[in-house]
């Protein structure tokens, strides 16, 4: 009985993980106070997976009110957060300690 459940406890792992590996993965970067690149094209339907690294000297807050993510960015650093599946559109994102600093989602 120990044993079963162990093995199902095993099965599960290997059925999650290929699933984690899949996530297409795209890079932003924070630097000279801008996001690089500010326009960020994502394929509609699916999940993502955002990773965003802070290059600039102070602490930033990645965030966006459209897509409901709100994450600190600490400099030198890098942050990932996972998005959607959203819809097709535009979806904007900023820097909430420079609220200046704005880019976008672009999902097709
Ligand atoms: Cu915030």
């Known amino acids: ?3 079963a459940k162990w093995m199902f406890a095993v099965v599960c792992v290997l059925a999650a993980a290929p699933a ?11 630097k000279n106070n801008q996001f690089v ?3 960020v094209q994502i ?5 993502v997976k955002l990773v965003v ?3 600039n000297s102070a602490v930033s807050e990645f965030e966006s009110t459209q897509f409901h993510r709100e994450k600190v960015v600490p400099p030198g650093q890098e942050i990932t957060v ?4 959203l819809d097709p559109g ?3 994102f900023f820097d909430d300690f420079h609220p200046e600093t704005r880019g976008h989602l672009v999902v097709k």
């Open 37 to 39: 690149p500010s326009e």
């Open 90 to 92: 535009s979806y904007e």
């Open 53 to 55: 690294r802070n290059e």
């Open 43 to 47: 394929p509609a339907g699916v999940k």
């Open 20 to 30: 984690l590996a899949d996530d297409p993965s795209f890079s932003i970067v924070l």
């Open 1 to 3: 009985m120990r044993r």
């Open 82 to 85: 996972f998005v959607g599946p």
